[in-house]
């Protein structure tokens, strides 16, 4: 009964028949075929041994205005060249729209100002790049769960896969979490990092936290989020451009 009550605390805001929908959809998670052949596999146990021990709900460390790296470093792409992309650009993101779609019962099509008037929560974290490098950030934008509570998410929903508008090696990018991580309270969609609108080279206009995850979970540029039942199908199937193309790990947890 307490987990009930902390997941409810957790999605805040959400009413009790939400909150419901998605403690059975996690529940439902776990006894998803293509979920128990992951449970198997090595990665599957480091992911089930994290959602024992941090009970999914457990925060990441955040840190003072101090602690701050100077530079918040680029890594990976640092300027989407599609030529969607630079049009946004050049119309400094004015008829850009993020959209929501999926298993969802309202897609969402946001504006970059529509965005900015949802409540912010910022969040100074460290970002963990499998790389070999870390950096501290101030983070701000909406939580996840706002969004995903706005466009109200099917109970048929497992992940949230994030479409960015760069490619790597002529593939796209993406990334997916579970609902576990999407949300968390520290999962947000941040359009301003210290305390400035978000620079191209970390993602503007708009680009995953993810706090308790290796840095290239941290889907930059977002033009799309799409809640599906299975990852299988889209690109790869393995829930993210690495995934698919040097088979780091899905589950990146921290
Ligand atoms: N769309 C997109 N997202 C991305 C990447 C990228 O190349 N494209 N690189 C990833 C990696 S490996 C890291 S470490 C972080 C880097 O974020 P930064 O550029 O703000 O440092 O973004 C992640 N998200
Ligand atoms: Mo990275």
Redesign the pocket.
């Known amino acids: 009964m307490s987990a009930l009550i902390d997941r409810r605390r957790l999605i805040g805001g959400i009413g009790a028949g939400a909150g419901g929908m998605l403690l059975a959809g996690c529940d439902k998670l776990y006894s998803q075929p293509t979920f128990q052949k992951m449970l198997r596999d090595a990665e599957g146990l480091h992911y089930r041994s994290q959602r024992l021990i941090s009970g999914g709900q457990s925060l990441a460390r955040e840190y003072g205005a101090a602690d701050r790296s100077p530079v918040?470093?680029?890594?990976?792409?640092?300027m989407?060249m599609t030529s969607e992309y630079q049009t946004h650009l050049k119309a400094k993101f004015a008829d850009w729209r993020l959209i929501v779609d999926g298993l969802v019962t309202r897609p969402l099509a946001i504006s970059l100002p529509q965005l900015m008037t949802l409540p912010v929560r910022t969040q100074i974290t460290r970002?963990d790049?499998?790389?070999g490098?870390s950096?501290i950030?101030k983070w701000a934008g909406p939580n996840l769960s706002t969004i995903l509570q706005q466009a109200g998410l099917s109970s048929r929903a497992r992940f949230i896969v994030f479409h960015?508008?760069?490619m790597?090696g002529g593939h796209p990018?993406y990334?997916s979490i579970d609902l576990v991580d999407a949300f968390h309270p520290q999962t947000i969609m941040a359009w301003r990092?210290n305390d400035i609108m978000l620079p191209v080279?970390?993602?503007a206009p708009v680009?995953?936290r993810v706090e308790r995850q290796?840095?290239?979970?941290?889907?930059?540029?977002?033009m799309r989020i799409e809640a599906r039942d299975t990852l299988a199908g889209l690109y790869g199937g393995k829930g993210g451009?690495?995934e698919d193309q040097t088979g780091y790990a899905w589950y990146a947890g921290i």
């Not at 918040?72 to 640092?78: E, I, L, Q, V």
């Not at 290796?214 to 977002?222: C, I, N, R, S, T």
Request: aromatic share 16%.
């Open positions: 918040f470093r680029s890594n990976g792409t640092a989407p970002h790049c499998v790389e490098w950096a950030g960015c508008a760069d790597i990018y990334e990092l080279a970390n993602g680009r995953l290796l840095g290239y979970k941290h889907a930059k540029y977002v451009l690495w």
